[in-house]
């Protein structure tokens, strides 16, 4: 039986994660609803904008289920903005009262758009750890990781910073895999679900 593996569809690139899922062999499924965050096996955080999904956590009373099923073991998946809010830390979190605030998954500092604004987006040829062969990176007002726990597997760097981790079964990526068509990402993900990798 195939993982069920739900995508937060508050905002931000939902509909590309599906489509990764779904091919890489899981049973996708939008979350919004804490009845739905309940029925998943996995959770992935798509990129967007971290202050503003930070912000509808708490509008639709996810915040905390969310951090307890985390805290709990639910293997999950940030891009972008999801490696922001699967951190322990954040740095330039944004205004006050309008925070990305960290779900605490990974024991990790980020930086918020680290690499520059949207005009200093970039793609780059990535070196990643347990995929047989490097992946092409979108980096869009990418974050990165200036700490990483002893705890933190590194699986990519660019610009002497980690932009891919894992910690257990919860990865994380800087760069945007969905954009790209390569779907080993994704399969990594399905896979640490499913215990296989």
């Not at 639910?74 to 779900?103: F, K, N, V």
């Not at 930086?111 to 980096?139: I, K, P």
């Amino acid at each position: 039986m195939s993982a069920r593996i739900g995508v937060l569809a508050l905002q931000g690139d939902t509909r590309e994660h599906l489509a990764a899922l779904g091919a890489a062999g899981a049973e996708p499924l939008t979350v919004r609803r804490r009845a739905e965050l309940d029925s998943v096996d996995a959770l992935v955080i798509p990129g967007g904008e971290s202050t503003t999904m930070s912000h509808l956590l708490r509008e639709f009373d996810l915040l905390e289920p969310l951090r307890a099923r985390l805290a709990d073991g639910m293997p999950a998946y940030g891009s972008c903005a999801g490696m922001i809010l699967l951190a322990s830390e954040i740095l330039d979190a944004g205004a006050a009262g309008r925070e990305a605030t960290p779900l605490k998954a990974i024991d990790m500092t980020v930086r918020r758009n680290a690499f520059g604004r949207q005009v200093d987006s970039f793609e780059e040829d990535l070196e990643f750890g347990g995929l047989d062969s490097g992946v092409h990176a979108v980096f869009i007002r990418a974050p990165w990781a200036e700490r990483v726990g002893p705890g933190v597997e590194v699986l990519a760097s660019a610009a002497g910073h980690a932009v891919a981790v894992r910690q257990g079964r919860t990865l994380a990526t800087a760069f945007h895999p969905e954009m790209t068509g390569d779907r080993r990402v994704h399969a990594l993900f399905v896979e640490m679900v499913e215990g296989r990798a």
